[in-house]
Structure formats: structure tokens, C-alpha cells
């Protein structure tokens, strides 16, 4: 059974710092690119980073890029997001997912202004 | 970088079709958008339904297909069931960004 969980949410000044782990199991985590998607309080999903399988290609959103950096550890088939200089609008659910097959139950990120 | 566009609503009879749709403002969606489209219902994580424009997962309903329909994208429903209502959202790849459409509210009446 394919698994993704997220952890690490929770309730931040803005101009804080989170970082969001994803722990997944039920498939070879290492062959696999990986994505962070979020969904704002009653808005739609909004893709916020890629990484390959490997590491090697990285892509971010224009609204998060210098601030989030997405990384990934394959020998703890772990997944991250380490987000500094947070903003209200940073305020959503933030999945973990493998888009053609599965997703997590999201972690909560709320960014007080 | 690109916008996607999909239907904000559309309602469905039970037992009949619709046809969602996921456009591109660069242009015509091919196959090489890897066009994905996901299924969520209200307080859950979404659920991938179609991916690579036309695959299914062992979950996915037989009823729901994906095709490519006159330059868009299109996930069709043949057979709506009322627990088809949600939101669905496409997602498209280009290169260095991957973009969702902002999502269709399919209601079954």
C-alpha cells in the first residue's frame, strides 16, 4: 500500500522559518520524481515544487522561489520542504505527492501576519 | 508562466455524461503536457484519477476517461453516480513548471 506523510506544520510568524518532511513507503522512493503541492483555505491546488529522482533537476513556483528549497533523502525515502521568509499568503494545506500515483493528508501551515 | 483554464461548474444528471476540459494559454495541450487530472471531495486529500492523458489507476472508476478533445485536454464521465460530485482539477507539465488548472465543481442533479 502506498503511504505519504507529512509532518511539520504548524503555526508561524511571517518572516519565520518551517520544514515540512514527508516520510513514504509502498514503492521505490528512489526511482521516483516527487512534488510539494498546497491548497489555500477554500482555493484550488497550487504546485509548489518539483525534485527528480535523483536530486538533480529542481523546479519551483515563481511564487515560492528563494524562499522554499525542496530536497530529498532516498536512503529514509523522505521528501522536504524548508520554507523561510514566510508570508500570510503562504497560509495552506501542503501535500506531498508522487502526482501519478498518491498523495498525503496534508500539513497544515499557518502564517501569522 | 502559462495559465490553465477548466470549467468553474458543471452540473451533470445521474446517469449522464459530461466532459470536463483543461486548456492551455500557450496553446494546444498534446500529449506531451502529460495532462494528469485528480479527484477531491470536501476535507480530503485529492486522488489521482487520470494520468499521461489517458491512464487509469486500479481505483479509478471505469466511467471516468481522459482524451485529448480539440486542443484541450478532456476528462469525460459516462454514467455520472452521485458520489462523482467533487471538485477535479487538471495539471499540466511545461517545461521547468508544472501548473493545475483552477479546478471544476461537477455537481450531480
Known amino acids: 500500500e502506498v503511504q505519504l506523510v507529512e509532518s511539520g506544520g504548524g503555526l508561524v510568524q511571517s518572516g519565520g522559518s518551517l520544514r515540512l518532511s514527508c516520510v513514504v513507503s509502498?514503492?521505490?522512493?528512489?526511482?521516483?520524481?516527487m512534488n510539494w503541492v498546497r491548497q489555500a483555505p477554500g482555493k484550488g491546488l497550487e504546485w509548489v515544487s518539483y525534485?527528480?529522482?535523483?536530486?538533480?533537476?529542481?523546479y519551483y513556483a515563481d511564487s515560492v522561489k528563494g524562499r522554499f528549497t525542496i530536497s530529498r533523502d532516498n536512503a529514509k525515502n523522505s521528501l522536504y520542504l524548508q520554507m523561510n521568509s514566510l508570508r500570510a499568503e503562504d497560509t495552506a494545506v501542503y501535500y506531498c505527492?508522487?502526482?501519478?500515483?498518491?498523495w498525503g493528508q496534508g500539513t497544515l501551515v499557518t502564517v501569522s501576519s | 508562466q502559462a495559465v490553465v483554464t477548466q470549467e468553474p461548474s458543471l452540473t451533470v444528471s445521474p446517469g449522464g455524461t459530461v466532459t470536463l476540459t483543461c486548456g492551455s494559454s500557450?496553446?494546444?495541450?498534446?500529449?506531451?503536457?502529460?495532462p494528469y487530472w485528480f479527484q477531491q471531495k470536501p476535507g480530503q486529500a485529492p486522488r489521482t484519477l487520470i494520468y499521461?492523458?489517458?491512464n487509469k489507476h486500479s481505483w479509478t472508476p471505469a466511467r471516468f476517461s481522459g482524451s485529448l478533445l480539440g486542443g484541450k485536454a478532456a476528462l469525460t464521465l459516462s454514467g455520472a453516480q452521485p458520489e462523482d460530485e467533487s471538485d477535479y482539477y487538471c495539471?499540466?507539465?511545461?517545461?521547468?513548471?508544472?501548473?493545475f488548472g483552477g479546478g471544476t465543481k461537477l455537481t450531480v442533479l
Open positions: 525534485i527528480s529522482s535523483s536530486s538533480n533537476i529542481i
Open positions: 505527492a508522487r502526482i501519478d500515483l498518491g
Open positions: 509502498g514503492f521505490t522512493f528512489s526511482s521516483y520524481s
Open positions: 499521461d492523458t489517458t
Open positions: 500557450t496553446g494546444a495541450v498534446t500529449s506531451g503536457h502529460y
Open positions: 495539471l499540466l507539465s511545461y517545461s521547468g513548471a508544472v501548473v
